[in-house]
């Protein structure tokens, strides 16, 4: 039986790889996906309310995904 934290883990890549291979889908069909997705990322944060709320990193891991998006295409 997984703990909790790889159970975490495996959630969260599974989720990426469905939205990263969203987001390649959608742009091939519908261009301005990905620069609709970047012009919004103003207003992503971190909703934490400790010490580890960190804005800028959550964006930077948002850009980081949409640069993959536009690298990597649809195969």
């Known amino acids: 039986?997984?703990?909790?934290?790889?159970?975490?883990?495996q959630r969260e890549i599974a989720t990426e790889?469905?939205?990263?291979?969203?987001?390649?889908?959608?742009?091939?069909?519908?261009?301005?996906l990905l620069d609709f997705m970047e012009?919004?990322?103003d207003h992503l944060g971190d909703?934490?309310?400790?010490?580890?709320?960190?804005?800028e990193a959550v964006r930077k891991i948002a850009k980081g995904m949409i640069a993959g998006a536009r690298k990597q295409g649809v195969n």
């Open 17 to 32: 790889h469905l939205l990263f291979k969203l987001m390649e889908y959608v742009e091939a069909r519908h261009a301005g």
């Open 1 to 9: 039986m997984s703990d909790d934290a790889t159970q975490t883990r």
């Open 47 to 55: 909703p934490a309310t400790d010490g580890t709320k960190d804005d």
């Open 39 to 41: 012009q919004s990322l």
